[in-house]
């Protein structure tokens, strides 16, 4: 690996042109990347990111796993590092024209105080930059896990309604399975779950947690499905099969979860039902990311033949004499 990596770097060409350029693009949205002063007193938009997930990350917020992002789509570069070495790369100037884009998307995010704009901007800048420097055929062969890094914009602010809505079908659904399914008692009003208790467990209720609605779930899900299609597959439908199955997927996992809890609330009381809801997150992502598995073994791709491997054995059959 080392060695290839090292052939990688070898076959970028103006890598001092591509670092001055970088350099010079980062330094206007440390400089001025955020208009939005009064939430986070800085004009850097690489703060006020930085800021956002940090508060993601106190509050249990949605946009918490953002920072691991970069990562993933690193490690997936990493994994394909061989298609990136072989894409023809030149310098192309309609690479100026992706750029010049980025720039007018900018201006529009600053002016109507949108940073998250300004974020997209920046990373399509980039995207213009490699692609004015290395090519169209870099730009096709980075293109899937570059864009990845969207998924690391905090965008929960504005999912709370479509939360919410998701939380309240997680609730009903998982609340009929186990009182028309399971013959449990329990009632449900909106999110607030209710259990009249027993001979040693008094009535209780307890409200599904936001965290609960399943929108993280989705998110995440959806992210890892496109990343195991996109190494697994070929075939554009095959990848196509599995990023929509994601949802769904993730939505049973966090149901699945629910009614976990609610079984343990009725049997061991509120506490272990507390913790059952907002320690046991594992069980979402096993019950989704097996069914992803699952699903990509039977969309497998049929195998090449071997070069050099033996040939079919023609049927007599096929050829009498």
Known sequence: MPKELRQLWDSLPHK?????LLAAWIALFHLLGNSVIGYVD?????????TIQANAERTDSDD?????????????ALVRRRELMEATKKVWL??????????????????VQQTRVSIVAFLVGVYGLMGMLWGPGWLRAVFFPYFLLVFALPIAAYLDGPAFKLRLFSSWLST????NGLGM????????????????TP???????????????????TLLTLAFGWLNFDTWWRRGVLALAAVPLAFLGNTVRLILTFVVSEAWGKAAGSFV????????????????????????EPRAPMPGGPSPTPDPAANPA
């Open 42 to 50: 800085t004009r850097s938009m690489f703060t006020w990111l930085n």
């Open 277 to 300: 809801e907002t320690k046991a997150g594992i069980i979402t992502f096993s019950i989704a990311l097996l069914g992803v598995f699952a699903l990509g073994r039977l969309l497998r």
């Open 203 to 221: 009535a209780f209720q307890f409200d599904v947690a936001p965290a609960c609605s399943g929108m993280r779930s989705i998110t995440v899900v």
């Open 176 to 179: 009929s399975i186990c009182a």
């Open 64 to 76: 918490a796993f953002g920072r691991f992002v970069p990562f993933l789509v690193l490690v997936l």
């Open 94 to 111: 309609p690479g100026l024209g992706i750029l010049a884009l980025a720039l007018a998307l900018h201006v529009v995010g600053f002016l």
């Open 185 to 200: 008692k329990i009632d449900r009003i909106g999110t607030m779950i209710f259990f009249p208790g027993n001979r040693t």
């Open 16 to 20: 001092l042109e591509f670092g001055v």
